[in-house]
């Protein structure tokens, strides 16, 4: 039986990818998918935009 990528895999991956705001996020993660450190200040920055915007405010970085 050949084996499949998966199975020779030595890194560990998740089985299924998630994107956008399919699961909860918090505003670090939200300055994370931006690309930025996280420093108190741009967590205050996420945490107004999560506040305003919702969902959409992760899906403009993780579609």
């Keep these: 039986m050949k ?4 199975d020779t895999s030595t890194t560990s ?3 299924r990818l998630y994107t956008g705001s399919e699961r909860p996020f918090d505003p670090e993660d939200l300055v994370m998918a931006s690309g ?12 107004r935009l ?4 919702g969902a959409a405010a992760v899906e403009r ?3």
């Design 36 to 47: 930025r450190d996280v420093t108190p200040e741009r967590v205050e920055q996420a945490r």
């Design 50 to 53: 999560i506040e305003e915007k």
């Design 3 to 6: 084996e499949s990528p998966e």
């Design 13 to 15: 991956r998740p089985r």
């Design 61 to 63: 970085y993780l579609p």
